[in-house]
């Protein structure tokens, strides 16, 4: 089954917006099974659309579109579609009238331009959107499906987990295809496959791909089979063999993020955590208070940017900053002790070092980062050497850390 | 001149990774006068590639693809790049030179995969890849421009910047077109309009477009001229009308932040910042820290995601958050307070709110966030009512806050 994406928006052709809903609607097709082979990015012109909308239709079988489907002059898909599927518009009063309630639910006067909103291809399906006021729609014809979905982000997700996955699921073979994503952390690729390949057995229509991010390597197996049994049946066999062989590195499955796995193993462990960050300046804390939850194992942090904060907040000895200097393994280590005993938790992590792209010199690059695990009495402290680039050099501290603190909890070495 | 940008990798396909790269293209070229018609994400596959490369051909005069350039079997725009355009892959001695004196530098010997990054298509033009292994082609012929560069963010960010925004402007007549965005915060589109509206004289062949994001609205002017002059002199007269309709809006230009923008005002005051954050949990404090150079005007800040340390980091009285509660106008006021007293730095934010999606009551919803700024002996306080949505909500009140303190700096009701 060929599966296309089509992101509409002015706001992607001009680079205003980057194109997140591709992405996100292609990881949830394929933690189901469904690959997607296209995607394509059209600005708000009808005549584009027709021209995509057209292509999709001759050599996809199922197309998703997002964008376009809001009240104003802008938003042309339904009449992109009016025109490839030659169908008409036709109001739908239960429409407007579930328009009207949101609206009523928060004391405002629906907006007369909504009306457009109840406007609705003839024909198509509908999954109702809980977060916004333009519906999900669907239309089938000539064993092809075509889905449009609203641009906003939010809303576009609720009607993909919601709507449209047990919907696609429903519609097409995909029961006999089954997906994990084993997401492993603190080991290279190369490693890994040298823990992995020995007696490693790959079964008929069974694939293993090594992906690497920023937190680790993931690997994604996808496993086809006669019946959904012999699908899950094969994959459960290759994940068995990749647990035995890399357990100790996996940290969740599929979507699980690695502050997730942190939070989970401080709430088992009843386990509380602060951080101190300096070169980060706050990116490890709100990482891990992404987490719902977090409130129960994170008891928040000191961003020590200026030197006198390191002294004024977390007790780093100004001989110690003189002799040694702010990046340095002994400055980690009191950060992490420092913000440990003001926050009175059972451990704490400290990050510091040179992000860049300015204050590196020749024995202190750009990249050089001291990482500090407190626990109980202890202090861990961790040096890298990472890249040129301030971004990414702060959220692999972040993941750095994240991956120390586990390795301490769990007590892998 | 129509334009297209490929993005190759089977990691976008899957949604293992967002298309960044074709947004950064886009707004580069864009900010030059070029606008960008097709942007196609495709796979690792040399049938897929050649078919769209070929499309792309048809269709368009410049076109760009990222990705699929390293040295592994799995990079396969070279190939498809010869199957095109009928040309072999040449050795080139220099190029090979040159990535073994940068492993050298770097006390590593070369590893033999990376002859292949010395295959070029003949005939090509290079661009030097100054992070990278891997050169940035292009080929021009019959008036079409083929340039295919790295998929690493940072190398294409380079090359695009360094290499081929200055190579494509000499190339096609955009020195005849000026664009500008000017960028507002602190005041609704609609607003906005009716600020602007009165007495705007659109010229010909200008146009001016808003554009909303989570920090306010931009505006952009995109300007066409028969030469260059005439071009930048309608966008300055268009500029001269948008600053005085709404100038106390606007903090920047082009890819400017709001961050920087405060930055810049500490920095030209000579005041430092310190923070206080709950539900944002350090957000705020990595958004201004991105900014190169913000030790000179951030202090740092705490993050007081527990009650207990808004009391005893921010001396928050424990009778306070009994009678108030942590979500509250009061609390705001003294985590203001408390961090700027602690931090002694000129001026200091707070947040506190209820991200979501839990923790909402019907007193309380989620997404009830009070901002506190607090200024020698005086402190303000805002309410904001953001969604449901944590990710937005914390977004949104860290550029609420933004703009808060640039009003107050900057003495604007």
Redesign the interface.
């Known amino acids: 089954m060929i599966i296309e994406i089509i992101t509409i928006g ?11 809903n ?9 933690e189901v099974g469904l ?9 708000d012109s009808i005549e ?1 659309m027709e021209e995509t909308f057209r292509q999709a239709l001759n050599r996809s079988q199922i197309i998703i579109t997002t964008g376009g489907l809001g009240p104003t002059d802008d938003d042309l898909t339904k009449k992109a579609i009016v025109r490839v599927f030659k169908r008409n518009l036709i109001f739908h009063e239960e429409v407007l009238e579930d328009i009207k309630e949101r609206y009523a639910k928060r004391d405002i006067k629906m907006p007369a331009i909504n009306h457009n909103q109840a406007l609705l291809p003839q024909g198509a399906k509908f999954f109702p959107n809980k ?1 916004g006021s333009a519906v999900g729609l669907c239309i089938a014809e000539n064993g092809k499906t075509f889905i449009s979905l609203p641009g906003v982000p ?1 809303e576009m997700k609720q009607l993909i987990d919601d709507e449209i996955l047990p919907y696609l699921q429903n519609l097409s073979d995909t029961k006999n295809i089954s997906v994990l994503k084993l997401r492993t952390v603190g080991i290279v690729e190369s490693k890994l496959a040298e823990l992995i390949k020995p007696d490693l057995k790959l079964e008929n229509n069974v694939r293993l ?1 090594y ?1 690497p ?1 920023y937190s680790g390597v ?1 690997l ?1 197996i996808i496993s086809k089979g006669d019946t959904e049994d012999e699908a899950l049946t094969k994959l459960r066999t290759l994940q068995s063999h990749l647990e035995s062989a890399a357990g100790k590195y996996i940290y969740g499955y599929n979507s699980d993020t690695l502050e997730e796995n942190i939070g989970q193993l401080l709430k088992d462990n009843d386990k509380t955590l602060a ?1 101190a ?1 300096s ?8 990482l ?3 987490v ?4 129960h194992w ?9 030197n ?2 390191k002294e ?2 977390l007790a780093v000895p100004h001989t110690l900053l003189e002799q040694y200097g702010a990046v340095s393994e002994e400055c980690a280590a009191a950060m992490a002790k420092g913000v440990k005993e ?2 009175d938790s059972e451990y704490a992590i400290a990050i510091t070092g040179i992000a860049g ?2 204050g590196g010199t020749d024995e202190k690059p750009v990249g050089l980062t001291y990482v500090g695990i407190a626990y109980r009495n202890d202090v861990v402290v961790r040096m890298f050497n990472f ?6 050099n ?1 959220t692999r501290a972040c993941y750095g850390a994240l991956e120390m603190l586990r390795r301490d909890i769990l007590d892998i070495t």
Chains 1, 2 share one sequence.
């Open positions: 002015d706001e992607i052709l001009t680079g205003h917006t980057v194109d997140s591709s992405a996100y609607i292609a990881k949830k097709l394929l690959e997607v082979s296209f995607i394509t990015s059209i600005g584009q977060l939010q791909a992906l991010s993931d994604r951080v960050e070169c980060t300046g706050g990116l490890l804390g709100s891990l208070t992404s719902p939850g977090s409130s994170f008891k928040g942090g000191i961003i020590s940017y200026a006198e904060i004024s907040a003001k926050f792209p300015d890249g040129k680039d301030r971004i990414s702060r």
